[in-house]
């Protein structure tokens, strides 16, 4: 099956600090990575669009100047949070698209990351 | 605007029993929807998808699509402790191939 690993799978960092996670596709080469945010018993939000040489798309409400997003390659994209605060803890889960075997755009499916603790103090 | 209704649960079910999960959305023009399961502090694990009206069997997992009614379900055969989670429902949403999530149905199986 198609892996998508993260690093790190959880970080502390002191409040005003950048914390940079890092998403990549270990068997497969991925056009379009998926950026979400989960607070505790709540569901995924996603944040971003990550685009392999393009500007991500980021969602309603999510600040593009705070975290900012790279694909450089076909298999990295990572999400940097600038000047971290206590409300950017979170956990931060990347997936990536997997076209369908079976043909076609309406089995793409996406696989995640192991996610990443980020605890700002 | 896009939404993804699920039962947020808890669900109990004891062990052996089939446990129902169900799922509406409201853009009429979705065409794939996705069951992820995730445990506690992990990330979410793709159980199955569907696409076509009907039953999909992937073993003890059957996914059903109504796309008149606009619902999907998720069916577990011979409920497990292991299979205590939250289940999340997730459906296409063809601009840009994102993935709109449900707020998830936690599943207790209970010995």
């Known amino acids: 099956g198609a892996v998508v690993s993260q690093h790190p799978s959880w970080v502390i960092c002191k409040s005003g600090t950048s914390v940079k996670i890092e998403c990549r596709s270990l068997d497969f080469q991925a056009t379009t990575m998926f950026w979400y945010r989960q607070f505790p018993k709540q569901s995924l939000m996603l944040m971003a669009t990550?685009?392999?040489?393009?500007?991500?798309?980021?969602e309603q409400g999510v600040e593009k100047d705070k975290f900012l997003i790279n694909h450089a390659s076909l298999t990295l994209s990572t999400l940097t949070v600038t000047s971290a605060h206590p409300e950017d803890s979170s956990f931060y889960i990347c997936?990536?698209?997997?076209?369908?075997?079976?043909?076609?755009?309406?089995?793409?499916?996406?696989?995640f990351g192991p996610g990443t603790r980020l605890t700002v103090t | 605007q896009k939404e993804v209704e699920q039962n947020s649960g808890p669900l109990s079910v004891p062990e052996g029993a089939i446990a129902s999960l169900n799922c509406t959305y409201s853009d009429r023009g979705s065409q794939s929807f996705f069951w992820y399961r995730q445990y506690s502090g992990k990330s979410p694990e793709l159980i199955m998808f569907?696409?076509?009206?009907g039953d999909k069997e992937d073993g003890r997992f059957t996914a059903q699509l109504n796309k008149a009614s606009q619902y999907v379900s998720l069916l577990i055969r011979d409920s497990q402790p292991s299979d205590s989670a939250t289940y999340l429902c997730a459906v296409l949403y063809n601009q840009g191939g994102k993935l709109i999530f449900g707020q998830g149905t936690e599943l207790s199986v209970k010995p």
């Open positions: 569907i696409y076509s009206n």
């Open positions: 990550s685009n392999e040489g393009s500007k991500a798309t980021y």
């Open positions: 997936s990536a698209r997997v076209p369908g075997l079976a043909g076609g755009f309406r089995s793409y499916e996406q696989y």
